[in-house]
């Protein structure tokens, strides 16, 4: 908690402003993939009500997005050039976005793990990007909402749970690789030095799991085998490993 606290753009500097500005692109990404996700998921929401939801979540998703434009002007980026280089959103989580159970596993899968990260973002050394985060969490708080009601609603038919199931199995083991990274490194490190994080990618991880895993039970859904995580090269720290164990 000793780091500088960094007032304003002008001031972050050198090392320090290449990794934020790698953090904020790697929330951007998130932010507009989601919101291009939940748009998407309007066609295939099952219920009018279900509908109205994707296009209130994909609204607030583009907010979010829009949060970051500013903070990328700031420090004299052009937002558009950023968000050129972004990934497809289902290419890069192997999504099918007309098929409503992918939608459902992404929202309780995807979306959170990116809520842990923006958890770290809003006590940053970056002051002008924590104060925006209050916001976007509590956004995300509604979205988890929905992926545990969602969760809820299918586990009461045993065939469509087992084809939630079995899209989890494959999603979960590419967010844990892909969300959160390597669980230690110079990166991470440096991020906990300088004040970026304030913790480390295996304790934002861990908390993550430990929340998702409350549901699960409830429900009865299983973490995936480790050699799902093996087979897409997510790399897992003992500590991990005794999480995902509690409930194979
Ligand atoms: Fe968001
Ligand atoms: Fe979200």
């Known amino acids: 908690m000793s780091a500088t606290i960094v007032k304003t753009a002008k001031d972050a500097t050198g090392e320090y402003r290449e990794m934020l500005i790698r953090l ?35 609204e607030e998703e583009a907010e979010h997005s829009a949060q970051l434009c500013k903070l990328f002007e700031d420090l004299g980026l052009d937002p558009e050039v950023v968000h050129a280089t972004r990934p497809s959103a289902a290419k890069f989580w192997s999504l099918d976005l007309d098929n409503w159970i992918h939608i459902a596993v992404f929202n309780f899968t995807v979306d959170r793990a990116g809520s842990h990260q923006i958890m770290e973002y809003r006590d940053s050394s970056y002051e002008p990007w924590a104060k925006e985060m209050n916001s976007v969490l509590e956004d995300e708080e509604g979205h988890y909402g929905n992926g545990i009601e969602n969760l809820r609603e299918f586990a009461k038919d045993k065939k469509v749970f087992a084809e939630f199931q079995s899209v989890y199995n494959g999603m979960l083991p590419v967010t844990v690789k892909r969300a959160f990274g390597r669980p230690t490194g110079a990166d991470n490190d440096y991020c906990m030095k300088v004040g970026l994080k304030r913790h480390s990618t295996e304790q934002v991880l861990n908390r993550y799991l430990k929340e998702m895993v409350v549901y699960m039970k409830e429900c009865g859904l299983k973490f995936p085998h480790f050699a799902a995580f093996e087979k897409v090269g997510a790399e897992l720290m003992p500590s991990t490993r005794e999480i995902l164990a509690s409930n194979q």
Do not use: D, H
């Open 24 to 58: 904020m692109t790697r929330q951007f990404y998130a932010e507009t993939a989601t919101a291009e996700v939940f748009g998407r998921s309007i066609g295939c929401a099952p219920t009018l009500r279900e509908k109205f939801i994707q296009a209130e979540f994909a």
